[in-house]
T-cell receptor, first 115, second 111 residues
Framework: AQSVTQPDIHITVSEGASLELRCNYS??????LFWYVQSPGQGLQLLLK??????LVQGIKGFEAEFKRSQSSFNLRKPSVHWSDAAEYFC?????????????FGAGTRLAVHP | NAGVTQTPKFQVLKTGQSMTLQCAQD?????MYWYRQDPGMGLRLIYY???????DKGEVPNGYNVSRLNKREFSLRLESAAPSQTSVYFC??????????FGSGTQLSVL
């Protein structure tokens, strides 16, 4: 069965430090890959997506993610975290054939940022 | 810009009661979705409507019904609420080929 794993439930970093959030998926073929962010009391907002092509994708708010086929991973990175980045982050995958109608979300990683 | 509007924002029900969650979007999107979010589980798709007049089951449809009233509105109904349906419910919409836009959620507690 298709699945998405975010191994880290909670991560705490200091403001200005670098960040990497992990995401692993299990799919038979390369799926569509997404990262979403959810601020408290809000819906999800798309940070970035990967469909094909360059395996390093740039998103909003200074985030980037790298698709590694050999590791079935799509990790999210940011070189310098700001206090406003504190939120919950969700990785999601969708099969090439089903697209958004078959999105599967990971359980999320909650990010805390220390001043 | 209103985007995706969900009502109500909070609701408390007793077991066996019924209610309808409302969702409306003003972006002329074809597709609309209902998700539930539970701690430690991410979002799971309940139902979706790829276009006006069509609805399809998602991953967790049991205990729910939906109605795509028109292009703007997509409602989710709980006929007989159960404690297992305590969750945060999100509506989302999108235009074909574009990203999802989410509402701010409805927090539902079933006692």
């Amino acid at each position: 069965a298709q699945s998405v794993t975010q191994p880290d439930i909670h991560i705490t970093v200091s403001e200005g430090a670098s960040l990497e959030l992990r995401c692993n998926y299990s799919y038979g073929a390369t799926p569509y890959l997404f990262w979403y962010v959810q601020s408290p009391g809000q819906g999800l907002q798309l940070l970035l997506k990967y469909f094909s092509g360059d395996t390093l994708v740039q998103g909003i708010k200074g985030f980037e993610a790298e698709f590694k086929r050999s590791q079935s991973s799509f990790n999210l990175r940011k070189p310098s975290v700001h206090w406003s980045d504190a939120a919950e982050y969700f990785c999601a995958v969708a099969p090439f054939s089903g697209g958004y109608n078959k999105l599967i979300f990971g359980a999320g990683t909650r990010l805390a940022v220390h001043p | 810009n209103a985007g995706v509007t969900q009502t109500p924002k909070f609701q408390v029900l007793k077991t066996g009661q019924s209610m309808t969650l409302q969702c409306a979007q003003d972006m002329n999107h074809n597709s609309m979705y209902w998700y539930r979010q539970d701690p430690g589980m991410g979002l799971r798709l309940i139902y979706y409507s790829a276009s006006e007049g069509t609805t399809d089951k998602g991953e967790v449809p049991n205990g729910y019904n939906v109605s795509r009233l028109n292009k703007r509105e997509f409602s989710l109904r709980l006929e007989s609420a159960a404690p297992s349906q305590t969750s945060v419910y999100f509506c989302a919409s999108r235009r074909q080929g574009e990203k999802l836009f989410f509402g701010s959620g409805t927090q539902l507690s079933v006692l």
